[in-house]
């Protein structure tokens, strides 16, 4: 994938790589045959659509004796992270998918994941959250566990899915790092739809992803047992980390992690070819006024709307935000300095607020001299269709709405049906 | 260079796969290195009516919306005009694919589609009963023969390639034969007004 | 290099057990448990199998020995060794009673 918006691999003299094959695969196979190169030791999932084809072709590999690993059926999503965190815990790699209401189930156990320190690769496949029923794609869910410690990367297409997998274990089993990475992928619109995906060879990925070391090395010696998680007092004792301390370190490992992720995907690059763009990805906007900014399937299609805004006097361009946690202050900021208007196109909403990503590019954006005008729109809700119309639509009113510097404390919704 | 085909039939009769394998056969032409397909998302019955969409492109596809204005509209079962008429979506210029043992003048009579929209007729029904492309004896396939259709008006797609995308996914020689001959008959068997 | 056992680099509670980790618990106690040698049927009778103080401590601090002694250090006073021994060998004394 190298026209558009991917960024070309800096290293063009890069060597033939041996047995490459491109499969037409959808979204949740490729993170499935991704997970199968990673050689994933450990599997612990329950269904919920539309993740579930995820976990069903990994059985398939496990049953075929291509991928050695064990699968744990458990009775619930928040029982598939439990046993995870443990298998993590002595050393071993494990894998697990979810949406939705498994992944509001599985809540608690993030945070015990993510303050452990353990490197457990997880997608979401992002779908609405209840009340009332839904199965359709949107970002609540994955958006809702922003705050438990976790990494999360957003997808626009299947290539990046399966190269996300693969980076994710990279970055999680960073000595630096050592935490829970999410690749988030939109429901249906991903998930159920095929692409091309090009598999890296298992040589290529067993060099890329050597096994990984746990740092707790509790498989290391059964004669030298430790515990795990006790409780740990308000004050630190005999100089040793107290619940603050470690909360501190683990902010600290997010703080980083952005930029493991950056050199992480260079040498994804210098292996396969493909970048990424690290953390936030350009469409476009070298020359741009006016930026549109999403993740997932929202900045996807508002490229789509750039020729059409273009033509109509606005120039315009697309920032994707992968890294979605931890939140890319730094690179959002270079990004948007200097442009005259963003709007951030969000399918998720901080109930009560706005738009979580309208909110966090306010914030990354806070203090810089002349910022931008930014304005939110809430898109694609459960589902809803998120149209090239709907991009221009709220482009238009953005850059409208900015003449005056109008502030809105209320959100605007766009596409919702008439008279509502 | 982007052309979006949609199908439309009833669950069961293989809009999904005929979606797919048509996105396959486009890739193999080297022609087409960015493809999607995609079902309608949600719960499917058999019976019931469903759509199956694909884009295919020379350029990188960045749409993740429906796909509202398809090139190609193809009616795997006549009574999908009486559920839900998708006609009026069909973008300017484009082509309605249908399977119907009716000429063009009823259809266009019967089911309001313009005399400026180009129909090709298909009678997919009758072509799976000669060459007992048949589930049970008694239920016709229509996948494969669609796609043979679609290579009569999609010129970029190969009828051979078409086969080729049809003989991977049938793993039986014979079962992948009899498909690939239907989609030969509905290639030659289309007529277009 | 992540260590648990150094706490500059170490990045989760990770607990290394000893014994008296969490100090002299005996410290606790205001009864103390005395066994009458006398009454224990471990050394009334030497062929007899019992232990069932050994087995209920909470604290594991009592020996699987005839006659078994409790480890007063960390010994909270807790009584269940007096409660459950089937011969009523354990008494429980206060503090300030024992020398």
Avoid at chain 1, 267 to 282: D, Q, Y
Avoid at chain 2, 150 to 166: E, F, G, K, N, R
Avoid at chain 2, 168 to 182: Q, S
Wanted: proline share 6%; hydrophobic share 40%; with cysteine.
């Amino acid at each position: 994938m190298t026209s558009g918006g991917k960024q070309e691999a800096e290293d063009a003299s890069r060597p033939v790589p041996p047995a490459r094959e491109t499969l037409i695969l959808t979204g949740n196979h490729a993170a499935s045959f991704a997970v199968k190169a990673a050689r994933v030791q450990v599997i612990s999932a329950y269904p919920i659509t539309p993740q579930s084809p995820v976990v069903e072709k990994l059985s398939e590999f496990v049953e075929d004796g291509e991928l050695k690993a064990r699968m744990i059926r458990v009775e619930s999503e928040q029982s598939a992270m439990a046993s995870l965190i443990s298998a993590s815990t002595t050393g071993t790699r494990v894998f697990t998918a979810t949406s939705s209401h498994g992944l509001s189930y599985m809540h608690e156990q993030l945070a015990w994941a993510a303050g452990t320190r353990l490197p457990v690769v997880m997608c979401i496949v992002t779908r609405a959250i209840g009340a009332p029923w839904s199965v359709w794609p949107d970002h609540q869910d994955a958006v809702s566990e922003r705050d438990t410690g976790w990494i999360q990367i957003f997808c626009e297409d299947n290539q990046e899915i399966y190269d996300t997998v693969l980076e994710a274990y990279k970055i999680a089993e960073d000595e630096r790092v050592y935490l829970p990475v999410a690749v988030c992928y939109d429901g249906y619109i991903l998930s159920h739809t095929l692409m091309p995906v090009e598999l890296m060879s298992q040589a290529e990925v067993d060099k890329f992803l050597p096994p990984f070391k746990s740092h707790l090395m509790l498989a290391m010696s059964m004669d030298d047992p430790v515990g795990v998680n006790p409780v740990t007092v308000p004050e630190p004792r005999e100089g040793f980390p107290a619940y603050m301390e470690l909360r501190h370190r683990m902010q600290k490992a997010l703080e980083g992690a952005a930029a493991v992720m950056e050199e992480v995907e260079a040498e994804f690059a210098k292996v396969s070819g493909r970048h990424h763009g690290g953390a936030v990805r350009s469409y476009r906007l070298d020359d741009a006024e006016v930026a549109l900014v999403g993740m997932g399937s929202c900045s996807s299609q508002a490229k789509v709307a750039i020729d059409d805004l273009r033509a109509a006097g606005i120039k315009a361009g697309v920032l994707t935000v992968r890294l979605f946690r931890p939140f890319p202050k730094r690179q959002i900021r270079e990004v948007l300095k200097g442009k005259k208007v963003v709007a951030v196109f969000d399918r998720d909403v901080a109930y009560g607020l706005e738009g979580a990503l309208c909110a966090e590019t306010k914030a990354s954006l806070y203090g810089i001299p002349d910022p931008p005008y930014v304005h939110g729109f809430i898109v694609g809700i459960g589902g809803r269709d998120f149209t090239t119309e709907n991009a221009i639509e709220g482009t238009r009113l953005a850059v409208e709405r900015s003449r005056n510097r109008e502030i809105h404390d209320e959100t605007t919704w766009l596409n919702l049906m008439e008279g509502e | 260079m982007a052309i979006a085909i949609a199908f439309y039939g009833r669950g069961g009769q293989g809009a999904v796969t005929a979606a797919n394998l048509l996105v396959k056969a486009a890739y193999k032409t080297g022609k087409f290195p960015y493809i999607m397909a995609f079902p309608v998302f949600g719960p499917e019955r058999r019976g019931a009516p469903v759509g199956a969409f694909a884009r295919i492109s020379n350029q990188e596809i960045f749409d993740r919306d429906k796909i509202h204005n398809p090139d190609i509209i193809v009616i795997m079962d006549p009574s999908i005009f009486k559920t839900a008429n998708p006609t009026g979506t069909l973008k300017k210029g484009g082509i309605m694919i249908v399977n119907s043992s009716e000429d063009a003048s009823t259809l266009r009579e019967k089911y309001g589609i313009p005399s400026g929209t180009k129909i090709g007729i298909v009678d997919i029904v009758k072509i799976c009963f000669e060459i007992k492309l048949l589930i049970d004896d008694n239920t016709p396939i229509f996948n494969t023969p669609v796609l043979g259709a679609l290579a009569s008006v999609l010129p970029q797609i190969p009828l051979d390639t078409m086969y080729s995308a049809i003989k991977e996914h049938f793993p039986n020689p014979r079962v992948a034969e009899l498909n690939a001959e239907g989609a030969r008959r509905a290639h030659d068997a289309l007529v277009t007004s | 290099m992540v260590n648990s056992r150094d706490p500059k680099s170490t990045i989760a509670a990770v607990q290394h057990p000893t014994v008296g980790e969490a100090g002299k618990t005996g410290t606790w106690r205001t009864f103390r448990p005395v066994i009458d040698e006398n009454k224990c049927i471990l050394v009334t009778s030497p062929k007899a199998r019992c232990h069932t103080c050994w087995m209920f401590c909470p604290e594991g601090n009592i020996s699987k020995t005839r006659p078994p002694r409790v480890n007063y250090d960390y010994c909270k006073g807790c009584g269940i060794c007096a409660q459950s021994c089937p011969h009523d060998a354990i008494a429980m004394r206060k503090e300030e009673d024992e020398p």
